[in-house]
């Protein structure tokens, strides 16, 4: 009877340890499997109007505005934070299929699609943006998931001339 109690005693507490582990892992690695950083060649005007461009030609692919954030906040009594500047674009096919069915509006909150351009400290600029391939994952299996993937595929069409590929991490 000693040893039943000793085993299930042991099961919860792996369990209990391995819950720790696991959502500590996850608090570490979240800022990387959920954004992406891409540091670049180019100066900050060149990497903006290049990313502009390359949007602009994408089949299906506009750049809706680009929002000067720096200025943004400096108009609004912020602190100045440096070169930032955030591109909002859209694709209207992949946008109509995302939105045409109500299960799927609350997608809008991340519509259109932004990738913020900055320059660091140090004076490299640097690319920002969510890991596409990650919420496809989460939504996979789900129309929504599907229609990420095509997104996914643009964005590293959008983002080869710095070689870039989704990955979890």
Known sequence: MLKKREIVVGLILGLVLSLFVIGFAFKLSAPTMFFKEITVPYNFDKTVNLIKTRINKQKGWHVTTII????????????????????????????????????????????????????????????????????????????????????????????????????IF
């Open 68 to 167: 000067d954030q720096q200025k943004e906040i400096l108009n609004n009594d912020g602190q100045d934070v440096g070169k930032v500047k955030i591109i909002k674009f859209c694709n209207g096919k992949l946008s109509g299929e995302m939105l045409s069915k109500d299960d799927s509006k609350f997608m809008a909150v991340k519509m259109p699609l932004s990738i913020a351009i900055y320059e660091k400290n140090d004076g490299r600029v640097t690319i920002g943006l969510m890991n596409g391939y990650m919420m496809a994952r989460l939504f996979a299996g789900r129309a929504e998931g599907d229609i990420m993937e095509k997104v996914v595929k643009d964005i590293e069409n959008i983002l080869g001339f710095v070689h870039f590929r989704f990955t």
